[in-house]
């Protein structure tokens, strides 16, 4: 399985992006039970979780800290999974990465994703990240 992000760039504090993250190795809408993730990891800080979307019901979770400022969608036909931010603030400035996990029998799936995003839960692959900047 592979894993690759992109739409990372500079961005005014108050603007906008939508991240990218492309699948490979499995199909999203054929495979059913799956999570994908998005972290982040400021420098000097730690990981943190900002969203996650699972099969077969699309269950989503969302960090704490987002205000509702991020949301994340799925394109099936090409096995893309996104990460839309508005709002956007310095303290947003991170590399963005994209995560997998195949759930176990130890996760309900209706909690899997909250799981992942909270830490409990370790997803089984990572894309390489894509550094996301915003100026004040």
């Known amino acids: 399985v592979q894993l690759v992000e992109s739409g990372g760039g500079l961005v005014q504090a108050g603007g906008s992006l939508r991240l990218s993250c492309v699948v490979a190795g499995f199909t999203l809408g054929d495979f059913p039970d799956y999570a994908i993730a998005w972290f982040r990891q400021a420098p000097g800080k730690e990981r943190e979780g900002v969203s996650c979307i699972s099969s077969p019901y699309g269950f989503k979770s969302y960090g704490a800290f987002l205000q509702d400022r991020f949301i994340i969608s799925t394109d099936i036909a090409k096995n893309t999974v996104y990460l839309h931010g508005h709002s956007l603030k310095p303290d947003d400035t991170a590399v963005y990465y994209c995560?997998?996990?195949?759930?176990?029998?130890?996760?309900?799936?209706?909690?899997?994703?909250?799981?992942?995003?909270?830490?409990?839960?370790?997803?089984?692959?990572w894309g390489r990240g894509t550094q996301v900047t915003v100026s004040s």
């Open positions: 995560a997998a996990r195949l759930r176990r029998q130890d996760s309900p799936t209706e909690s899997h994703c909250a799981e992942i995003t909270s830490g409990l839960r370790t997803p089984d692959y």
